[in-house]
């Protein structure tokens, strides 16, 4: 004798309430299928806005609140993600103010913007750090051995200033400003 279904044919919730990607499970709860790739705190493309940037930050270290750490966040501009702005990421719902959270981890996002403002300080800071090193250990070594530092390009060229941009490493079998071919 075969097994009777136990599912009422119908659905209470409507078909136009189901997110794409969605399907309605046996007691009318949005079911999603979402694979997660390698790297599971990698956000999927389809979760993105616009104009955002997100980043995954520890709000937990061995069981313990780590305050210091979220407060660091908070304090470079980033915001928890709320449950229902990525309805059906691990396991978000769509009527949850709760921040998204995964493995002691908290999802937050921030405007593009600040990220690129933050990665341009960065970069000039590590230019600053080049130009101070490259001041610092040059001074140390015999003038015939110094080079003249391009802090835009990050490069040292050696020989006279004035041949820097063009001097040949024949033993290299390129020229300064020359990108090697193999």
């Known amino acids: 004798m075969a097994r009777q279904p136990t599912r009422q044919p119908e ?10 990607g969605g399907l309605v499970g ?8 979402n694979v997660i790739s390698d790297d599971a705190f990698e956000v ?6 616009d104009g955002w940037d997100y980043q995954w930050t520890r709000v937990f270290t ?26 059906g990421y691990l396991g978000a719902k769509k009527d949850s103010e709760e921040a998204i959270t995964y ?5 937050m ?11 341009r300080e960065n970069e000039a800071n ?10 610092r250990f040059e001074l140390a070594l015999p003038s015939e051995a110094r080079g003249t530092f391009n802090a835009q ?23 300064t400003g020359e990108i090697p071919v193999d």
Request: charged residues 30%.
């Open 103 to 107: 493995k002691d981890m908290m999802l």
């Open 44 to 49: 999927p493309e389809k979760f993105k806005e």
């Open 11 to 20: 659905r209470a919730t409507a078909r136009e309430e189901v997110l794409p």
């Open 109 to 119: 996002e921030r405007p593009l913007e600040f990220t690129l403002r933050a990665r």
């Open 62 to 87: 061995y069981g313990e609140p780590d305050e210091a750490n979220l407060s660091t966040s908070l304090e470079a501009g980033w915001r928890p993600v709320p449950q229902r702005a990525m309805p």
């Open 153 to 175: 390009k990050g490069s040292i060229n050696y020989g006279a200033p004035e041949q820097a941009e063009s001097q040949t490493y024949p033993h290299r079998g390129y020229r």
């Open 126 to 135: 590590a230019r600053r750090l080049l130009v101070a090193q490259h001041e």
């Open 26 to 33: 046996r007691n009318g709860e949005m079911l999603y299928r």
